[in-house]
């Protein structure tokens, strides 16, 4: 089992920034894939970012890339993702993701851990 407690959202201004933390509790394999993923109101649930936890590249939608970076901790088991240049479109509940197995994956679908999301919004 894996428990993912998010943080770090909040209310911030056109252009400014933030970095949202995903702690986890229960073992983290090298393989573990870790997912970030987004929700606004009355849409689905986006795809951000995904990682495998220990090795690998780090993939980005085309939406957040270049503006938004993945980091991790490995003595704290925490990932973190740092959000710059934040546009109200940015605006949307943010998830971590995490699955046991497989490859980093842009579906929700794929993913056996979720935690309970944390709100980001973006004035203009």
């Known amino acids: 089992q894996m428990q993912l407690v998010e943080s770090g959202g909040g209310l911030v201004q056109a252009g400014g920034s933030l970095r949202l933390s995903c702690a986890a509790s229960?073992?983290?394999?090298?393989?573990?894939?870790m997912g970030w993923f987004r929700q606004a109101p009355g849409k689905e649930r986006e795809f951000v970012s995904a990682?495998?936890?220990?090795?690998?590249?780090?993939y980005y939608a085309d939406s957040v890339k270049g503006r938004f970076t993945v980091s991790r901790d490995n003595a704290k088991n925490t990932m973190y993702l740092q959000m710059n240049s934040l546009k109200p479109e940015d605006t949307a509940v943010y998830y971590c993701?995490?699955?046991?197995?497989?490859?980093?994956?842009?579906?929700?679908?794929?993913?056996?851990?979720w935690g309970q999301g944390t709100q980001v919004t973006v004035s203009s």
């Open positions: 993701a995490a699955a046991r197995y497989g490859s980093p994956s842009i579906r929700a679908a794929s993913y056996d851990y």
């Open positions: 229960g073992r983290i394999f090298s393989s573990t894939i």
């Open positions: 990682m495998t936890w220990n090795f690998g590249p780090t």
